[in-house]
């Protein structure tokens, strides 16, 4: 990565031949370094040297693609420690266990929680993608359950819980087309488990004792050469796998060390030993730091809509918020004698309170004017949605002219503006909504009631 | 290669503050490292939890809520002593909601008063906060600052329209503590605490709410900004940035629709409590892990899990 034209030029047989179009060879490697040519344009490179470019060009951290067709992602691929630094690119993916050890019951019940949890947030599939079957000591009770997740369709990934090299085997016979985890290696079995990963190319689950047990575990498997690894940070206790976790991505990142850099896996269910809310607490750490698959023990809307929304939020990029096209919104077939509602260009708003129109069933004109990609308020605090700029779009749109329905509802949060549009859009009638958007059904419905009685 | 730590050692230190007085004060602050990085050097003091009551009855909470709290939440001093002594916060922070000129609008003297029954109910330490009104707040935390003279409580918070009125009276003429809080921007932190220390408040006399969202609304803005304010103040030692974050979680969870839809309108969610549950304690580790020292919660189950949390991750 950070090699130097020197670093390059060390490599180059020296000859300044001018074959590659530059005068020397050190000019053609300084060019190199910033990536202004690519290596290959020397035809004379000897293939160590080339080998020894590409492991140093290549990225930090690898990028780890699990599963197969429309369930198919990536893990890995991170570039920066903070995301302010750049966008952290590859999500968290979250991880439901199943076992041979649990009952039928237990069995059937995760796989329909599973299945109830899949919904839309902000234009995003919020689902668990990832099925975990954990080998509990019953093989054909473990393969019956493997048989069982694929009848059930989850649409998720598969990931092999097991150690067992033997019973792996047998696994993989099912599911190996789908691109399976497996996991996992340990100094134990790690060579029978690379056997039977390395021809697919399957991605690896690697488990150590320690951070530098998991240190030479790694550096043995990649002399066998798989390169398809997922760290496992440990699950002794929370602190030590949030620190193992930091470690990874910091000695792969910063100290440009690629034996750390690989996705990681966190089995949160473990660590929180059946505190379904302390799992909840300690899956939001690994979010935010460095968790690429996070296990949880079972799913339902109290985790997941507090864990995906915040995955959502960590990776989005930081440079760009997600902004709407300024325009009106027609919804619930909507016409000229629909109300106006009016909020802003920020797609997290647009989408919360689009949604909650929907859920209403009644027609709204939703009018949207650019306030910058800003939440109400933030718009509001920064002059990009006031009275006036309001009024304005309201009559540039046409809204003014054409529209039957002279009722505008503005956010219970900028009430304060209320009377300047009133000022300034004469004939309009102007309604003060509720604060929070989970309340337009009631009150559009209100209006809608108030509408009929006259 | 061989396997090594990665170490990063920093000149800069977060200041370590004391709110309260006598055996139950806390101290906030002293780490030299990332949230938890205990590999790099000191993680300073453990981060503490607060109990958020109000001075009126909790309207708007939830019906779970008020269930727990049915029996004090008429009396803000009953409620004080039962938060203590049934869920063991490190704090108790008192918001002024009636104080709002919107709302009940209660006199200030009539605030201060209450303050003072309840410091003297309770041995906790208080955090007090008023209801967002700049103007209002600013005469609130003027007269509170008065009547808790010897108290050493947390005004939470003096922002840019108001820190001269907070910052002479809390920080200066009755000595408490100054909370500084601006909006998302790690250049507004920084002016507000500059404005503050220039009034005469001392930098260690302070702390900051640099902005705080549910997760899922608005939170890695708030994320970035706590990891961008860290980083300064360590890497750069930069001393206008070296104050404890206080966090007021639940003033934010407790509003949006994960919390409060009601399971008659969203039969698919399930149970309302334990959705609000999960959002505060999401939002509160989240806190926590971005940089955070104290949070401000209001469920007894989100304390207690939060509490848990912080062991098992402090170790
Ligand atoms: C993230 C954030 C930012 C981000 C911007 C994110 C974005 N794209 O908007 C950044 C960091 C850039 C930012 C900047 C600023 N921010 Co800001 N920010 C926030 C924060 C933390 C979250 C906002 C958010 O995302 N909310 C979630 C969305 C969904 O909420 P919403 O748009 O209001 O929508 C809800 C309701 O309004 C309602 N609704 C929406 N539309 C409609 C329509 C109808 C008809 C109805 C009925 C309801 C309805 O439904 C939604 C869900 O219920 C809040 C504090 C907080 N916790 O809320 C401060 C906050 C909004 N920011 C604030 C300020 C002051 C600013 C700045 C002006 C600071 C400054 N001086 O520079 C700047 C402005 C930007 C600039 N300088 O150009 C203040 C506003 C204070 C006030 N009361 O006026 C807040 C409240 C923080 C604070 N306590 O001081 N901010
Ligand atoms: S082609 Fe290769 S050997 Fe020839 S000058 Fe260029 S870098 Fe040197």
Redesign the pocket.
Known sequence: MALTGLDIFKLTPKKNCKDCGFPTCLAFSMKVATGGIEIEKCPHMSPESLAKLSDATAPLMKTVTVGKGDGAFKLGGETVLFRHEKTFVNRSRFAVILSDAMTDEEIEAKIANVKKINYVRIGEEMKVEIIGCKYGGNKEKYLSLIQKVKENDLHGAYMLVCEDADVVKEALVLVKEENPIVYGANKENYKEMVELVKKDKLPLGVHGGSLEELYGLVEEIQKLDHRELILNVGSSSVKEAYENSVQIRRIALKEEDRTFGYPSIVFVNELAKGNKHLEIAVASTFVMKYGSIIVLEDIDYARALPLFALRQNIFTDPQR?MRVEPNVYQINSADENAPV????D?A??YF??SGEIERSKVPVQLAIPDA???????????G?FGGSSIAKFIKESGLDENHNCKKL?????VAVLKGDIEENLPGWEVIV??????H?PK?LKGLQVEALAL | MAFKQSVQKFTGKINEVEIGTGEKAIKLGGENVMPFYSFDGSMGQRPKVGMEILDVYPEAWCDSLKGIYKDVANDSVAWAKFVEEKFHPDFICLKFEGSDPNGLNKSVDECATLAKQVAQSVALPLVIAGS?NHEKDGQLFEKVAQALEGSNVLLLAA?EENYKTVGAAGGLAYKHKVGA?????IN?AKQLNILLTQLGVKAEDMVMNV????VG??FE??TS?MDRIRLAAFGQNDKTLQMPIMAPVSF?TWS??ESIASEEEMADWGCQEERGIAMEVSTAASMLTGGADAVILRHPKSVETVNTFIKEIVG
């Open positions: 918020p509602l009016v909020t802003v920020f997290l708003t919360i309170v910058g990609g800003y939440s109400v308020l933030t718009a509001w605090a920064a990009k509802v503005l956010p219970g949060k909504g509720p604060d929070e958007a989970m337009l009150f | 967002n922002v809080e601006s909006s998302v921007d507004l902005g705080c969202a549910a609304y608005g803005y708030v900004t934010e949006v629709k």
